[in-house]
C-alpha cells in the first residue's frame, strides 16, 4: 500500500458518503456507498481483509481515492445511484442496457389522454408504468386493452372548444398538431373514441382512462366489475348486440388473469426478486403481485466487465435494487429477496422517499429476506422462472453463435486478418424519398449481435430533399472513428525542468496564438506527454477554461496523438475550471479550425465578455484573424467513453463507391483498420486490395455471417428512419392514393424504406405486407402516377 493511499486512509472521516476507486489511468473503477467511510474503505486494505479474487484484483489497481461526504445514508444512496448510472465504472455491476426498458405513458394532463410507449420518463405531469423489458408483451397487452377500451395513441394535440348542440352529435375539437391524417383506421374498426373530430366529450372519455390506468396500476378487477355493471345495465334496456360485445371482452380479460391468481388474495402489494448465475452471467427475474394478482414479470441480465462467480449475493441483490428502483414508476409496500443485505435500512428509507415520502410507520417499504412458509414459496417461483429465462437466452445465443467460429475463421480469411475478429461494426444508411436521412451502426462481438453498443446518426450536413449517401457515409464515419485512442503515451503534470522546455517551444512556435505569461504559476493546469522521460508533447488549460498551447513534437505527429492530449487534460480538469467544466474554448488560426472541429468543437457566434480582450491581442500578432470554438465537456467525454474503441473489421453496406469514401476517412484520420463492403444485388465483397470483387458461394457460412451483418444494419437504419420520418410533416406520394391509410403506410415504409423501392417492389411483397386486395390497389395507383410524371 502507498503511502499516498495510507495518508488518505488515515484522512476518511467517520461519517455516510460516496467513495471512489482510481487507477492509474486516473479512471474510476469502482463506487461504493458507506455509513462510515472511515472503516468501509479501510476494509478493502487491511492485511487480514476477507476479499475475493476479483476485489483484490480492483484493490491492486488502486492508486487514489476520492470521496464525498453526504448528510445522511439516504443522500448516500441517492449520490452513489447517481455516479454509476453516470460513470459505469469497471468493477460495479449493472442491470444491462437500460435503452431498452420501456415504458407506459398515459397523458393525463391533456383533454384526450394519449396511451403509448416511451423509453424515458420526463417530469411531465403524465402517468408512467415500467420500466418493461419486454416491448413486444407491452405492445400486444395494448393491442389487448384497445379491443376493450377504445383509447387513442396518436400523436396529434387535441383540444375541446365546447359540447354540439341537436341535431349534431359532434362536439367542437381543435387539432393543433396534425402528425397524422384523422380519423384513422382505428376510429374505423372501432379502437378509438374518435376524439380528434368530436365523438366523444372529455368527460366521457376520461372514464375510459380512468379504467385503462385502473388496469395498468394491478387492479383488475375494477375494470371486470364495470364492465360487468355495463354488460348487465345494457341487458336491461334491451341492447343486447352491446351487452354480448361487452361479454366477450371479459371473457378476454379473465383469460389474460386466470392462470396468475396465486393463493393469497389478500396479500398486500409485494415485489419478489430472485435469480441465477450461470457462465459468469447473472439472469434474474421480477414478479410484480398487486390485489393478490401476479399482475407484472420481468426478467434482467446484469452486465459488467469483471462479472464472475465469485460475486455475493448482497452485491447482486443491492445492484437490482439500486437500477431498478431508481427507473420503477411503481414500488410495493414490500420487497422479497433471497438472501440478506448489508444495507437493508438505507435502502427502505430511500425506497420510502421514492414511494410517498414516508420512512416510518405502515408506509415503510420494508426488504424482507424469508426463509420459509408462503412467502418463501414465492421466492422459489421465481427463481424457477429465473432459471428458465436462463435457459431461453443460452438456448437463443446457442443457436446464434452455431458455426460462427467457423464463419469467423472465414472472414478472416477473405479479409486477410492476422486473428479472428472480435469487434465488426457495420454501417449503413437510410433515407425515405430522399427525406430524414439516418445512419446506423450496428456491433456484432465473435460473430454475436451486441445490441447495447448499437448507434443511430441523424445526419447534420445533408440538406433535406437532396440524398446524398456517399457524403453521409463519410460524414458517420468521420463522426464516430476521429474518437479512437492514438495514444499509447501516459501524460502528467510537468516538473520545473519541463516548464523552462514549454516556455522555450511556446517562444519558437511563429503565428501562434498563445501567450508565455504564468507558465510557472499554472504547472497544475497543464498535461505533459511523455515517451518515458522525453516530453512529447503538451497543453494546457486556462482560468477562462480554454485550451492553449497544445503541442506535438514532429516526429510523433500523425498519431491523433493531440486529441488524446486534449482527451486527458479535460478529463483532468473538468472540476477545477469555472463553470463546472461544463464547456472549454479554443482560439485558433483558420487553418486549424478543421483539427478542432474532427474533436467535436463547434465554432462560437457571440464571443463571450471574458475572451473579448485576449482575442483583440492575439488578433494584433497574427495577419489572420482567429477564430474561437467550444466544446460542451459532457458530450466529448461521454463520446470518447463510447468511441474510443477500435473495431476489428468496418463493414459497409453498398459497394466500391462506399468502401472508397471508407478509406478516403481512414486515410484522413490516419487509421490503419481493415475496411470492405457489401454490395446487395449480388452479394460482392470489395476490399481496398483487390481491384475485382470477392465471391462466395451462396451457401458460404461466412457469407451468412456478412449478411446477418449487413441485414441488421439495414434493419436497424430503417427503423430509426422511419421513426424519424414519423416525427416530420411529409406528404409523400403514399398520401394521394385512396385506400391507403396511415397505418399501411407507415408498414409499408417500414418495411421497404422509400416510394422507389415500394414501386419496384413484387406484388406478393407487397400483400405480405397490406394484403392482396390493396397491394393490387395500390400497384395500379403507382402505376397511374408513374405515366403521368412520364407524361410531363
Known amino acids: 500500500m502507498s503511502t499516498k493511499i495510507e495518508n488518505i486512509l488515515e484522512a476518511l472521516p467517520q461519517s455516510p458518503g460516496v467513495y471512489r476507486f482510481k487507477n492509474e489511468e486516473n479512471v474510476i473503477i469502482y463506487v461504493g456507498k458507506a455509513k462510515n467511510l472511515k472503516n468501509r474503505v479501510r476494509s478493502y486494505f487491511q492485511k487480514n481483509a476477507d476479499l475475493d479474487l476479483r ?143 368530436g365523438k366523444v366529450t372529455p368527460n366521457e372519455y376520461g372514464k375510459i382512462i380512468e379504467k ?61 426478486f430472485h435469480y441465477i448465475t450461470d457462465e459468469k452471467k447473472i439472469y434474474s427475474n421480477l414478479f410484480q403481485i398487486r390485489e393478490g394478482k401476479i399482475t407484472g414479470q420481468e426478467n434482467f441480465i446484469f452486465d459488467g466487465n469483471e462479472i464472475g462467480e465469485n460475486l455475493t449475493p448482497n452485491e447482486i441483490i443491492e445492484a437490482f435494487l439500486r437500477d431498478y428502483y431508481e427507473k420503477a414508476t411503481s414500488i410495493p409496500k414490500e420487497i422479497l429477496i433471497p438472501d440478506k443485505v448489508e444495507n437493508k435500512e438505507m435502502f427502505e428509507e430511500w425506497l420510502s422517499s421514492k414511494k410517498n415520502g414516508a420512512t416510518k410507520g405502515d408506509k415503510k417499504v420494508k426488504i424482507i429476506f424469508p426463509v420459509a412458509g408462503e412467502k418463501n414459496h414465492l421466492l422459489e417461483l421465481s427463481l424457477k ?74 445526419l447534420q450536413t445533408i440538406p433535406e430533399g437532396k440524398p446524398d449517401d456517399y457524403a453521409s457515409m463519410e460524414e458517420v464515419l468521420t463522426r464516430r472513428l476521429k474518437y479512437i485512442k492514438g495514444s499509447i503515451y501516459p501524460c502528467k503534470t510537468p516538473n520545473k525542468k519541463m516548464l523552462r522546455e514549454i516556455e522555450k517551444t511556446i517562444q519558437e512556435q511563429k503565428g501562434a496564438i498563445d501567450e508565455i505569461e504564468n507558465i510557472q504559476e499554472e504547472k497544475s493546469k497543464i498535461l505533459c506527454m511523455m515517451d518515458e522521460e522525453t516530453m512529447i508533447g503538451f497543453a494546457r488549460i486556462t482560468e477562462n477554461a480554454e485550451i492553449r ?74 495577419k489572420d484573424r482567429g477564430i474561437l470554438l467550444i466544446v460542451e465537456t459532457g458530450k466529448l467525454l461521454a463520446q470518447h467513453k463510447k468511441f474510443a474503441v477500435r473495431p476489428d473489421v468496418i ?13 478516403k476517412v481512414l486515410k484522413k484520420l490516419k487509421l490503419e483498420i481493415p475496411i470492405c463492403s457489401l454490395a446487395k444485388r449480388e452479394e460482392e465483397i470489395f476490399t481496398p486490395e483487390k481491384k475485382t470483387p470477392i465471391l462466395l458461394t451462396k451457401d458460404s457460412k461466412t457469407l451468412h455471417l456478412f449478411q446477418r451483418i ?22 409523400s406520394a403514399l398520401d394521394e392514393i385512396s385506400g391507403i391509410g396511415e397505418l399501411s403506410k407507415q408498414k409499408l415504409l417500414n418495411a421497404f424504406g422509400s416510394v422507389e423501392n415500394i414501386k419496384m417492389a413484387p406484388l406478393d411483397q407487397l400483400a405480405r405486407v397490406i394484403g392482396k386486395k390493396t397491394a393490387i390497389q395500390l400497384k395500379q395507383e403507382l402505376q397511374k402516377m408513374t405515366d403521368s410524371d412520364n407524361k410531363k
Open 55 to 197: 476485489k483484490r484484483k480492483m484493490v491492486e489497481q488502486i492508486i487514489d481515492i476520492e470521496y464525498t461526504e453526504v448528510g445522511s445514508e439516504l443522500e448516500a444512496i441517492f449520490l452513489e445511484t447517481n455516479l454509476i448510472k453516470k460513470l459505469h465504472p469497471k468493477y460495479n455491476i449493472v442491470m444491462r442496457d437500460d435503452k431498452n426498458y420501456i415504458y407506459i405513458r398515459v397523458s393525463v394532463n391533456e383533454d384526450f389522454p394519449r396511451i403509448e410507449t416511451v423509453r424515458k420518463v420526463e417530469k411531465d405531469g403524465a402517468l408512467y408504468f415500467g420500466p418493461k423489458t419486454a416491448d413486444h408483451k407491452v405492445k400486444k397487452l395494448l393491442e389487448l386493452l384497445r379491443k376493450i377500451l377504445p383509447f387513442r395513441h396518436c400523436g396529434l394535440d387535441i383540444k375541446f372548444v365546447k359540447e354540439g348542440s341537436p341535431p349534431s352529435i359532434d362536439h367542437e375539437v381543435e387539432v393543433t398538431r396534425k402528425v397524422i391524417k384523422y380519423p384513422c383506421i382505428y376510429y374505423y374498426i372501432r379502437k378509438c373514441a374518435a376524439p380528434c373530430i
Open 212 to 272: 385503462v390506468v385502473s388496469f395498468l396500476q394491478g387492479r383488475p378487477d375494477e375494470l371486470i366489475e364495470k364492465l360487468k355493471s355495463e354488460m348487465i345495465e345494457a341487458a336491461k334496456n334491451q341492447k343486447f348486440e352491446k351487452a354480448a360485445g361487452i361479454r366477450d371482452k371479459l371473457q378476454n380479460l379473465e383469460e389474460l388473469f386466470e392462470k396468475q391468481r396465486i393463493s393469497d388474495p389478500s396479500r398486500i402489494d409485494t415485489d419478489v
Open 385 to 458: 422462472n429465473a432459471a428458465s429465462f436462463a435457459h431461453q437466452q443460452k438456448a437463443r445465443w446457442m443457436k446464434e453463435n452455431e458455426n460462427d467460429k467457423e464463419s469467423l475463421e472465414g472472414l478472416a480469411k477473405v479479409l486477410n486478418l492476422k486473428k479472428l475478429p472480435k469487434r465488426m461494426e457495420c454501417y449503413d444508411i437510410s433515407h425515405i424519398g430522399g427525406t430524414s436521412t439516418v445512419a446506423s451502426m450496428v456491433v456484432f462481438t465473435n460473430g454475436i449481435a451486441n445490441n447495447a453498443e448499437y448507434r443511430r446518426f441523424k
Open 549 to 622: 498551447s497544445l503541442w506535438i513534437h514532429k516526429k510523433y505527429r500523425g498519431q491523433k496523438l493531440g486529441y488524446d492530449l486534449i482527451y486527458k487534460l479535460i478529463e483532468k480538469m473538468k472540476d477545477k475550471v469555472p463553470g463546472g467544466g461544463k464547456k472549454c474554448y479554443v482560439y485558433v488560426l483558420p487553418n486549424l479550425k478543421e483539427y478542432y472541429e474532427n474533436f467535436g468543437f463547434q465554432e462560437v457566434k457571440n464571443i463571450p465578455e471574458n475572451f473579448k480582450e485576449r482575442i483583440e491581442k492575439a488578433d494584433a500578432k497574427n
Open 651 to 663: 463493414i459497409l453496406d453498398g459497394g466500391k463507391g462506399q468502401l472508397s469514401i471508407g478509406v
Open 710 to 731: 449487413r441485414d441488421e444494419a439495414h434493419r436497424f437504419a430503417i427503423t430509426y428512419s422511419g421513426k424519424s420520418h414519423n416525427k416530420s410533416l411529409i406528404i
